[in-house]
């Protein structure tokens, strides 16, 4: 069994462009195994992971933790050479909490995280200033939940998401020294994440499907400095207006097996299919000024991914993690841009727990995620280059068993 | 934080300091081209005229400039230039204004500057200088023994400011541009290792700033082009054999011809009916675009409609823009003056010569296995918009980003696209791996 999925994983084509911006730490024992939980989900973070693993949780729980992620993204520019981004800082952070109902036939829980996000900041002055000098995403999903657990072996469960994206966009607009365009917005959305868990002696299996999530803003705020006063005159340019952009964060198909060979010894195989096609632009449209919509085709294509990960309890006082992963890149050729760098993705991450009581854990978990260089000739802006992006991270938490 | 959490943490860390992303510099190559003695020779455009006038930015950002800063990477030597004084140059600079300068709406209009006549006298003999364009020259003044005798005409100040010998001491004799070319030279040796010829564009812009009179000013004769090309290529090779050569725009990718359309006469339905009463019955004005009328030379200095495709010069644009109906240019009462008109005659004429001067500038350049850069295509692709990082680069006038104020030059963003053309081809040509410029580092039109 084991050998042939190891088998499918080699044979699963390698695509060489790309780059999503899913965080992909959603919780501290996840990110320890590299994001590899879905077959395991053994702590209240399983209401993102597979929200009917919670049915089989001994006690309620609670998890609680944030990341500090630091992306880097270089550029190789074909006029100037090699460009780094700024250092950015994102903080992803999850609480979860379950709770089992009299007959343990009903779990509740609730969760909230930020599953999308993305931060990427340049000089001003570089020179893909009129392209982005600062694109941040952040997503927070609020998600109540409630699991049936039909047996000894099988449940389901179901969670509701609300979900808010906050987008901050600068770019340069190409009159005189640079007119500043600043767009900020809020938008809203909503979808669900639906689950099955097989629960067995030594073994679990589990599917999840966590559905797409619109998120729409129809009234940003975009902001322009440094505009010349004729431009303001002629209303070529407004002061401030309001903006619109709606795009999609991808659904995910997720089948998980745990497997737990012994009492110490946790393992974890996921294997993921994000249908990034969602993701077919990103568009700010300007009202009542069209000629200044940015309209930006990404053309994203879908991809599989993998996680591997694997837990050794070496005490009663701690645990130890480590994973890996990898993904295809979603981003097509001609379509990249370096608000949204990336590729194939392989990621490495180790983490720990140190259990103070019987009942509370600190976690802390670690991860590299490297993006294999892109390049880009021939995308609508004629901006070319290659692309090589590192994402690290520093991730705690605590967990709490009532 | 226990001593385990520290250990793992400071792992991570130093595991980080590895995980660069940055890439390494690239590798550039003069591949088999040698840049160490470039040698720049044309016109206003070699020269970097912008804005109507030779001055110190124009000229520091002018192509061949732009160009030498990239050879720099690639063994290139220094760039030399006979740079004006740093004030408003030669020329009367323009400057765009906003305001309610005439009687319609706000809108832009150009202001000139008054030149710096000290620009004129010669600079002394600082030669030798690697950019030897000279604004108004033609392709037979590069090898004229008289051009620049004096600093009298702009026919000959523009050379005589820098030429190497004004004459003054003996024949009444000057250097030539062709001959001070050879002069540069560093400690390896003497005469450019690498040229670029960009001649020509004078040979008809003259006959066509004139509106096709040719009041002094007319299209030099093919036999005459050609034998100036094959004398500049001749001595120009001799020294290494490689350069590049481009051909020459042609009128219609310039926005001074083109930037106002032959129904330019925009009226109100007050003026319309006022022009209906006092013209012929066969004669209709109607409200919005209108069709202006001209005064054509032939046959016999009639009044007449001007027909689509006939060319307005923007010079005009005060007299059709500012008057009230009763003097405004292109209506019956007021044609517009024919020396502001290319008709369809006079374009038949340019549009040959251009033919010929092209065909002459490709073939000797592929003849002597020089790169050619064609030009000509490049701006007609300008002007349906060449994009550059995210800016779209059109031959649009003011809004289109790649010309100067006067219409016909660009600027410098124009200049350092027009530079990339030159190191696509160099690079293809010559196997060099020249790096391109940020064509949107350099400065383009200041609006008020």
């Given at each position: 069994?084991?050998?042939?999925?190891?088998?499918?994983?080699?044979?699963?084509?390698?695509?060489?462009?790309?780059?999503?911006?899913?965080?992909?730490?959603?919780?501290q024992k996840a990110n320890g195994m590299a994001g590899a939980f879905a077959g395991v989900a053994?702590?209240?973070?399983?209401?993102?992971?597979?929200?009917?693993?919670?049915?089989?949780?001994?006690?309620?729980?609670?998890?609680?933790?944030?990341?500090?992620?630091?992306?880097?993204?270089?550029?190789?520019?074909?006029?100037?050479?090699?460009?780094?981004?700024?250092?950015?800082?994102?903080?992803?952070?999850?609480?979860?909490?379950?709770?089992?109902?009299?007959?343990?036939?009903?779990?509740?829980?609730?969760?909230?995280?930020?599953?999308?996000?993305?931060?990427?900041?340049?000089?001003?002055?570089?020179?893909?200033?009129?392209?982005?000098?600062?694109?941040?995403?952040?997503?927070?999903?609020?998600?109540?939940?409630?699991?049936?657990?039909?047996?000894?072996?099988?449940?389901?469960?179901?969670?509701?998401?609300?979900?808010?994206?906050?987008?901050?966009?600068?770019?340069?607009?190409?009159?005189?020294?640079?007119?500043?365009?600043?767009?900020?917005?809020?938008?809203?959305?909503?979808?669900?994440?639906?689950?099955?868990?097989?629960?067995?002696?030594?073994?679990?299996?589990?599917?999840?499907?966590?559905?797409?999530?619109?998120?729409?803003?129809?009234?940003?705020?975009?902001?322009?400095?440094?505009?010349?006063?004729?431009?303001?005159?002629?209303?070529?340019?407004?002061?401030?207006?309001?903006?619109?952009?709606?795009?999609?964060?991808?659904?995910?198909?997720?089948?998980?097996?745990?497997?737990?060979?012994?009492?110490?010894?946790?393992?974890?195989?996921?294997?993921?299919?994000?249908?990034?096609?969602?993701?077919?632009?990103?568009?700010?449209?300007?009202?009542?000024?069209?000629?200044?919509?940015?309209?930006?085709?990404?053309?994203?294509?879908?991809?599989?991914?993998?996680?591997?990960?694997?837990?050794?309890?070496?005490?009663?006082?701690?645990?130890?993690?480590?994973?890996?992963?990898?993904?295809?890149?979603?981003?097509?050729?001609?379509?990249?841009?370096?608000?949204?760098?990336?590729?194939?993705?392989?990621?490495?991450?180790?983490?720990?727990?140190?259990?103070?009581?019987?009942?509370?854990?600190?976690?802390?978990?670690?991860?590299?995620?490297?993006?294999?260089?892109?390049?880009?000739?021939?995308?609508?802006?004629?901006?070319?280059?290659?692309?090589?992006?590192?994402?690290?991270?520093?991730?705690?938490?605590?967990?709490?068993?009532? | 934080?226990?001593?385990?959490?520290?250990?793992?943490?400071?792992?991570?860390?130093?595991?980080?300091?590895?995980?660069?992303?940055?890439?390494?510099?690239?590798?550039?190559?003069?591949?088999?081209?040698?840049?160490?003695?470039?040698?720049?020779?044309?016109?206003?455009?070699?020269?970097?005229?912008?804005?109507?006038?030779?001055?110190?930015?124009?000229?520091?950002?002018?192509?061949?400039?732009?160009?030498?800063?990239?050879?720099?990477?690639?063994?290139?030597?220094?760039?030399?230039?006979?740079?004006?004084?740093?004030?408003n140059g030669l020329g009367n600079k323009y400057i765009l204004n906003y305001g309610s300068a005439?009687?319609?709406?706000?809108?832009?209009?150009?202001?000139?500057?008054?030149?710096?006549?000290?620009?004129?006298?010669?600079?002394?003999?600082?030669?030798?200088?690697?950019?030897?364009?000279?604004?108004?020259?033609?392709?037979?003044?590069?090898?004229?023994?008289?051009?620049?005798?004096?600093?009298?005409?702009?026919?000959?100040?523009?050379?005589?400011?820098?030429?190497?010998?004004?004459?003054?001491?003996?024949?009444?004799?000057?250097?030539?541009?062709?001959?001070?070319?050879?002069?540069?030279?560093?400690?390896?040796?003497?005469?450019?290792?690498?040229?670029?010829?960009?001649?020509?564009?004078?040979?008809?812009?003259?006959?066509?700033?004139?509106?096709?009179?040719?009041?002094?000013?007319?299209?030099?004769?093919?036999?005459?082009?050609?034998?100036?090309?094959?004398?500049?290529?001749?001595?120009?090779?001799?020294?290494?054999?490689?350069?590049?050569?481009?051909?020459?725009?042609?009128?219609?990718?310039?926005?001074?011809?083109?930037?106002?359309?032959?129904?330019?006469?925009?009226?109100?339905?007050?003026?319309?009916?006022?022009?209906?009463?006092?013209?012929?019955?066969?004669?209709?004005?109607?409200?919005?675009?209108?069709s202006f009328w001209i005064k054509s030379p032939l046959p016999g200095d009639l009044t007449r409609?001007?027909?689509?495709?006939?060319?307005?010069?923007?010079?005009?644009?005060?007299?059709?823009?500012?008057?009230?109906?009763?003097?405004?240019?292109?209506?019956?009462?007021?044609?517009?003056?024919?020396?502001?008109?290319?008709?369809?005659?006079?374009?038949?004429?340019?549009?040959?010569?251009?033919?010929?001067?092209?065909?002459?500038?490709?073939?000797?350049?592929?003849?002597?296995?020089?790169?050619?850069?064609?030009?000509?295509?490049?701006?007609?692709?300008?002007?349906?918009?060449?994009?550059?990082?995210?800016?779209?680069?059109?031959?649009?006038?003011?809004?289109?980003?790649?010309?100067?104020?006067?219409?016909?030059?660009?600027?410098?963003?124009?200049?350092?696209?027009?530079?990339?053309?030159?190191?696509?081809?160099?690079?293809?040509?010559?196997?060099?791996?020249?790096?391109?410029?940020?064509?949107?580092?350099?400065?383009?039109?200041?609006?008020?």
């Open positions: 069994m084991k050998n042939r999925v190891l088998l499918s994983f080699l044979l699963l084509p390698f695509f060489t462009l790309g780059g999503g911006f899913e965080i992909n730490r959603q919780g053994n702590d209240a973070s399983a209401i993102y992971y597979n929200p009917a693993a919670i049915a089989f949780h001994e006690h309620a729980m609670m998890n609680a933790g944030y990341d500090l992620v630091f992306p880097r993204v270089s550029f190789l520019s074909p006029s100037e050479g090699n460009v780094d981004s700024k250092t950015t800082l994102m903080v992803p952070f999850h609480v979860y909490a379950t709770h089992h109902f009299a007959n343990r036939k009903v779990t509740g829980g609730i969760g909230i995280y930020t599953p999308y996000g993305t931060s990427t900041k340049w000089e001003d002055k570089w020179t893909g200033r009129y392209l982005t000098q600062q694109t941040k995403l952040t997503t927070i999903f609020l998600q109540p939940t409630i699991t049936y657990r039909l047996d000894d072996n099988y449940s389901a469960g179901i969670g509701l998401i609300g979900a808010t994206g906050f987008l901050k966009m600068r770019r340069a607009l190409p009159v005189n020294d640079d007119v500043e365009l600043d767009l900020k917005g809020t938008g809203l959305g909503y979808g669900f994440n639906i689950g099955a868990f097989a629960h067995f002696e030594k073994l679990n299996f589990s599917i999840n499907y966590r559905s797409a999530v619109k998120l729409k803003t129809s009234k940003g705020d975009a902001t322009f400095n440094n505009i010349p006063s004729s431009f303001i005159d002629q209303q070529t340019y407004p002061e401030s207006a309001s903006f619109k952009s709606s795009f999609k964060l991808p659904s995910t198909f997720t089948f998980g097996i745990g497997y737990l060979p012994t009492e110490r010894i946790i393992t974890d195989i996921d294997i993921s299919y994000t249908t990034w096609k969602d993701f077919t632009d990103w568009n700010i449209e300007i009202s009542d000024y069209d000629q200044l919509n940015s309209i930006n085709n990404r053309n994203f294509s879908n991809t599989f991914s993998i996680r591997l990960g694997g837990q050794y309890r070496w005490s009663d006082k701690m645990d130890y993690r480590i994973g890996a992963n990898y993904e295809q890149s979603p981003s097509s050729d001609n379509h990249l841009y370096p608000d949204l760098a990336g590729g194939v993705k392989l990621g490495a991450a180790a983490g720990a727990t140190r259990h103070v009581r019987e009942n509370i854990g600190f976690d802390i978990s670690l991860m590299i995620e490297d993006f294999s260089e892109q390049k880009e000739n021939a995308n609508e802006k004629n901006f070319n280059g290659a692309y090589s992006k590192t994402v690290y991270s520093i991730g705690l938490g605590v967990n709490y068993e009532f | 934080m226990s001593s385990e959490k520290i250990r793992l943490f400071l792992f991570f860390m130093i595991a980080c300091a590895g995980c660069k992303t940055a890439f390494d510099d690239p590798n550039y190559s003069a591949g088999e081209a040698n840049f160490s003695r470039y040698v720049a020779l044309g016109g206003s455009f070699t020269a970097g005229f912008t804005d109507n006038a030779l001055y110190l930015e124009g000229q520091q950002n002018s192509f061949p400039s732009i160009l030498a800063s990239r050879f720099e990477l690639v063994g290139g030597g220094g760039f030399e230039q006979p740079l004006v004084n740093s004030g005439c009687n319609s709406a706000s809108g832009y209009y150009l202001t000139s500057l008054t030149e710096d006549p000290s620009n004129r006298n010669w600079i002394g003999n600082k030669a030798p200088y690697n950019n030897l364009g000279v604004p108004i020259a033609k392709s037979f003044h590069l090898n004229d023994q008289y051009f620049g005798r004096s600093n009298a005409t702009p026919y000959s100040y523009y050379y005589n400011r820098f030429a190497t010998d004004t004459g003054f001491g003996g024949a009444g004799l000057t250097s030539t541009i062709l001959g001070d070319a050879g002069k540069v030279s560093d400690g390896k040796g003497i005469g450019p290792t690498f040229f670029s010829l960009w001649i020509g564009l004078n040979d008809y812009l003259g006959y066509a700033l004139a509106g096709g009179e040719g009041e002094g000013d007319s299209i030099t004769p093919d036999n005459i082009f050609n034998t100036a090309i094959d004398t500049v290529l001749t001595s120009l090779t001799s020294y290494s054999g490689k350069g590049i050569v481009a051909n020459l725009p042609d009128i219609y990718s310039l926005p001074f011809f083109t930037t106002i359309p032959y129904s330019g006469l925009n009226l109100t339905q007050a003026e319309a009916d006022s022009l209906n009463i006092v013209t012929a019955d066969s004669i209709h004005f109607v409200e919005g675009a209108n409609k001007i027909q689509p495709g006939e060319l307005v010069l923007y010079s005009i644009i005060d007299s059709i823009r500012c008057r009230n109906i009763n003097e405004r240019w292109g209506t019956p009462q007021n044609p517009i003056p024919s020396k502001y008109i290319l008709d369809i005659n006079e374009l038949n004429k340019i549009t040959n010569a251009v033919n010929v001067f092209n065909a002459k500038l490709q073939s000797s350049a592929l003849s002597r296995s020089l790169a050619f850069v064609d030009m000509n295509s490049y701006f007609r692709t300008l002007q349906s918009g060449i994009i550059f990082n995210g800016v779209n680069y059109t031959s649009q006038y003011l809004t289109g980003g790649a010309f100067s104020l006067d219409g016909i030059h660009p600027n410098s963003r124009g200049y350092a696209l027009i530079a990339n053309e030159f190191i696509r081809v160099i690079n293809a040509k010559y196997k060099s791996t020249i790096p391109e410029v940020d064509v949107n580092n350099y400065p383009g039109i200041r609006f008020p």
